[in-house]
């Protein structure tokens, strides 16, 4: 494969595309360095798969511009392909195939050079941990094994970057940090992570995190940035007795942005420390006496829920309904 | 709690699993689990894909049977009284089990005949679901043309349909996104409210707290049962949260001389899992110095559910990561 120059692994600007009169992303610009773990996040229906099918060269944007690994992303859309990798939580391994025929089964896909194909297939296996299961066929395979091959198979080519979406959703807490540890390994050698994501588990390996909601991006930066930061509102653990009387006696005060329950307490989010003070007092006066209040530093998840709120409530009218 | 007569089945137990196994030739998918779940408890079952969470739920709803143990749903065994039980529980499978092709209220019907629900009693109850779902708007709708948060919804209600006093949830939240799942877990707030007793399965952990009792599945074995703060303080030691200008060089340091499952980075942080917490904040600042790594923080954090998950795992494993490990053999790695 020819050698790439460039400086941003994906550098966009503008980018738009639309779906009859539905703006499906809307003039989303973004820059992604070389050797960054990037997170990609947003409900469903927000824009994600569009922009990253844009960015794969799979889909023509109508408006805007930009290159991913310093190829044009309307008129290079083919060399994008080839220069890319890609990974998805559904492992697109052959589970009767052993995990070396799945390995040459994509080395051909790539077009690996006859000399280079041992090489890469000692280097993916190697990586894997799989020295000992050659010729296992793959559906005997534990996930984050599974996961693992997957991985290696999606960078048989070398790409400069790779998309990851979902990868490590349902594999155990180890293999998922295992897996992380090998992305991260990746990122060191400059190769660029672009990962989509539901998933505060994974959103938390990234470097830096964009949000995507309804076509926009309303949040980018680093996970640790995004909670001191971005939140302009303020994040409690109250915990009492009973959270779910709690949680209904709160939630409708002045103030109070969200409250939501979790096991033996609950969330709460409010615009200021004040209300939150009034809100505990009015605890103690009715619902929960025995309630004891702790400032928190909020979840990425409850970061996410307050800015899609802040956006609807400053874009009234816009419809809640999903097609 | 004790039993006062075990003739009598406690009014107060809904669930009781006895030494619970179910084998697939030689794969232990469930492995000898004994729990008891109170009446009102939202119980979470947590663990990764194919630790035996599924077949788990397919034992206590009847579908399937154990190859030895016992389990009480409802007062009723899920094995010599299937029927009554079927009777007495909701379950909602991953695939929500909807048609389709028939629209919402359709499908709330064709559940309502497979329960035998009176047809007096049907407007009211659909009614009162539908409303409780948010779905009302879109009854007429067929269900292939909903969005993925109202499908789980709708599949729900349809679990619901005929007022069952035990609901079991098999992954209810997966592949939907986390307003949805926000919206689904107040739902079963409401219905946790109305004393539901909820068994719900998971391979999130952080999903994992907002239930009233967990217990972490492994390869078809229980590791631990608990409120998710008992099971917060079964973590022996800290976790030491690092900040540093260069991360990714300081996780390649740290690795050689922490054991290598104790150290795990996140994006901009790196999570060490210590024993003592003081002492490793002096080797931290020690190493990163060395190499010139500017520190811009350590502090202790308390742990996360997968912290915990993660310390266990690896001593059920025999893994070189165990928090009580000492720092010497630490350092022969």
Redesign the interface.
């Known amino acids: 494969m020819q050698q790439l120059r460039f400086e941003k692994a994906v550098d966009v600007t503008n980018l738009e595309k639309r779906f009859g009169s539905f703006v499906a992303v809307n003039r989303i610009s973004l820059t992604v360095n070389r050797g960054e773990i990037f997170g990609f996040l947003g409900p469903n229906g927000a824009g994600k798969s569009t922009t990253i099918r844009m960015l794969c060269g799979i889909l023509t944007p109508d408006g805007g511009s930009g290159t991913v690994a310093g190829l044009d992303v309307r008129a290079q859309s083919e060399t994008i392909k080839q220069h890319i990798g890609y990974m998805s939580q559904k492992f697109s391994l052959y589970e009767d195939l052993t995990v070396e025929e799945n390995i040459d089964f994509y080395s051909g896909i790539y077009r690996i050079p006859a000399h280079k194909k041992k090489e890469r297939k000692e280097w993916a296996i190697g990586m894997a941990g799989l020295e000992r299961h050659r010729n296992t066929m793959t559906g005997f395979l534990a996930g984050g094994w599974k996961q693992r091959l997957s991985l290696g198979c999606a960078i048989l080519h070398e790409p400069p970057i790779l998309f990851l979406d979902e990868p490590t959703s349902g594999v155990d807490p180890i293999s998922r940090r295992r897996f992380w540890d090998l992305i991260s390994d990746l990122a060191m050698q400059k190769i660029t992570g672009f990962v989509t994501t539901h998933f505060r588990e994974e959103a938390e390996y990234c470097d830096r995190i964009a949000l995507i909601y309804r076509g926009e991006m309303i949040a980018l930066g680093a996970p640790r940035s995004l909670k001191s930061e971005e939140s302009r509102h303020q994040f409690f653990d109250v915990s009492c007795r009973n959270p779910l009387v709690a949680v209904e006696a709160v939630r409708n005060l002045p103030g109070v942005r969200d409250a939501a329950a979790f096991g033996t307490s609950f969330h709460l989010s409010t615009e200021s420390a004040q209300v939150a003070q009034e809100a505990l007092g009015f605890l103690h006066r009715g619902a929960a006496p025995d309630a004891v209040m702790e400032k928190i530093i909020p979840s990425l998840e409850d970061i996410f829920v307050s800015l899609i709120e802040t956006y609807d409530k400053s874009h009234q009218g816009v419809s809640e309904v999903n097609q | 709690m004790m039993l006062s007569n075990p003739a009598q089945p406690n009014q107060d137990v809904a669930i009781r699993l006895d030494a619970l196994r179910r084998y697939f030739g030689s794969t232990k998918a469930v492995d000898g689990i004994s729990l008891t779940i109170m009446r009102g408890e939202?119980f979470g079952l947590v663990?990764?894909?194919?630790?035996g969470k599924t077949t788990t739920m397919r034992l206590l709803t009847s579908i399937m049977e154990p190859t030895s143990g016992k389990a009480m749903v409802g007062g009723f065994d899920v094995v010599n009284d299937a029927e009554s039980v079927k009777e007495s529980i909701g379950y909602m499978s991953q695939k929500f089990g909807l048609y389709q092709d028939l629209s919402v209220i359709e499908n709330l019907d064709f559940f309502a005949d497979l329960y035998g629900v009176p047809g007096k009693d049907r407007a009211a109850t659909y009614d009162r679901l539908l409303s409780f779902s948010n779905l009302t708007?879109f009854k007429r709708r067929l269900a292939g043309?909903?969005?993925?948060?109202?499908k789980q919804k709708l599949g729900l209600a349809c679990a619901l349909v005929h007022a069952p006093s035990i609901l079991f949830l098999d992954e209810p939240t997966?592949?939907?996104?986390?307003?949805?799942r926000?919206d689904f877990?107040?739902i079963l707030?409401k219905l946790?409210?109305q004393n539901v007793t909820i068994f719900v399965s998971t391979?999130?952990?952080?999903e994992a707290?907002?239930?009233?009792?967990i217990g972490l599945l492994?390869e078809g074995k229980l590791l631990a049962v608990g409120?998710?703060?008992e099971i917060k303080c079964l973590m022996r030691g800290t976790i030491l949260e690092v900040?540093t200008s260069s991360p990714?060089?300081a996780?390649?340091l740290l690795k050689h001389e922490f054991p290598a499952?104790s150290v795990?980075?996140?994006?901009?942080?790196i999570h060490l899992a210590v024993e003592n917490s003081e002492l490793s904040m002096n080797d931290v600042n020690r190493i990163l110095g060395r190499a010139k790594i500017a520190v811009e923080g350590v502090r202790s954090i308390p742990p996360t559910l997968?912290d915990v998950?993660?310390s266990m795992?690896?001593e059920t494993?025999g893994?070189s990561y165990q928090l009580n490990i000492s720092r010497e053999a630490g350092k022969l790695e």
């Open positions: 939202i663990g990764p894909d194919g630790a708007p043309r909903l969005s993925g948060g109202m997966n592949r939907v996104d986390p307003l949805s926000r877990w107040r707030t946790h409210r391979a999130y952990l952080d707290e907002r239930c009233s009792r492994h409120t998710p703060a900040t990714r060089t996780v390649t499952d795990a980075i996140f994006g901009d942080r997968e998950f993660v795992l690896a494993n893994s």
